[in-house]
């Protein structure tokens, strides 16, 4: 099972930016971002098909967050700007065996172990 790292959280005021990463171990195929409030459930954020030629993203980051892929370092990243406190979470990348995109969480095989983001107001 590939093994999945995620990088580049931490605190950031509103309005700012992050760009997230995801190493993983191995190749992936379809791979997706999803996050995670306290006292929430784990919510979809993005998704991108194997290649990289399919992306989808949930209507509260449209506009905002962007995923995007390097097959060649086996690397997936979530570019994310104008921050806003309601994008407090632990961010977490993961991985599914097909190629297509998916925004359903129960459609993932691999996790990673989440990166904390924090907006402040």
């Known amino acids: 099972q590939v093994q999945l790292v995620e990088s580049g959280g931490g605190l950031v005021q509103a309005g700012g930016s992050l760009r997230l990463s995801c190493v993983a171990s191995g190749r992936t195929y379809a791979m997706g971002w999803f996050r995670q409030a306290p006292g929430k459930e784990r919510e979809f954020v993005a998704a991108i098909s194997w290649r990289g030629s399919s992306t989808s993203h949930a209507d509260s980051v449209k506009g905002r967050f962007t995923i995007s892929r390097d097959n060649t370092k086996n690397t997936l990243f979530l570019q994310m700007n104008s921050l806003k406190p309601e994008d407090t979470a632990v961010y977490y990348c993961?991985?599914?065996?097909?190629?297509?995109?998916?925004?359903?969480?129960?459609?993932?095989?691999?996790w990673g172990q989440g990166t904390q983001v924090t907006v402040s107001s």
């Open positions: 993961a991985t599914r065996r097909t190629t297509a995109a998916s925004s359903h969480l129960y459609d993932f095989d691999s």
